[in-house]
């Protein structure tokens, strides 16, 4: 079995990607209230500041930062999965292994995550974040897209409403670096 390691720094700021096991499915948006729920039960028990965030139909992207003192984010993540895998019916496509162990399959078992490392790498991955719908295809400005933190961006003065219009997508951010 594969060693997994995860850079567990203490009051760290990660950037995270998690996908739906089925790439094809619309569930995220579909129940978006069920795992916005989720986040707040996990939040309410183990608290952590949600810097940016998108969900798309079926994949998210995240930007965190942990308390001081606090690298637990495995423990939050296995944490919203399953709340938000309790909330949703039951009608996924399982295997027998799946059936037996208990196992829903929603999700794709891992997620990615990257620990940043300073600013610059900071605001690559926020950019990331917001401008995915439009990766995506699903929106042609972000804020066509309705489940981002870029409005709450927009609305702080972080971003003015026209970022990102029209232009391509932001250099040296997310995934490829």
Not at 9 to 14: D, K, P, Q
Not at 92 to 100: A, N, Q, T, Y
Not at 140 to 159: I, Q, T
Request: proline share 7%; hydrophobic share 35%; net charge positive.
């Amino acid at each position: 079995m594969p060693d997994y390691r995860r850079n567990r720094v203490a009051g760290g700021t990660f950037f995270f990607t998690a996908n739906l096991l089925d790439r094809r499915s619309g569930l995220l948006v579909e129940q978006i209230d069920a795992l916005r729920e989720a986040v707040r039960q996990v939040r309410a028990r183990t608290p952590f500041h949600i810097d940016a965030w998108v969900v798309l139909p079926d994949h998210m992207h995240c930007v965190w930062t942990l308390p001081k003192g606090d690298a637990d984010f495995p423990g939050r993540w296995r944490a919203i999965k399953k709340a938000f895998s309790k909330s949703v019916r039951i009608g996924e496509p399982r295997s027998p292994v799946m059936i037996r162990r208990g196992e829903r399959g929603i999700w794709q078992r891992r997620y990615w995550e990257h620990t940043i490392r300073d600013d610059r790498d900071f605001a690559g991955h926020v950019d990331y974040t917001h401008f995915n719908p439009v990766k995506h295809g699903l929106a042609e400005h972000p804020a066509e897209w309705p489940h981002s933190s870029f409005h709450r961006w927009v609305a702080g003065g972080l971003y003015p409403a026209g970022w990102m219009g029209g232009s391509g997508e932001p250099p040296e951010t997310g995934e490829r670096r």
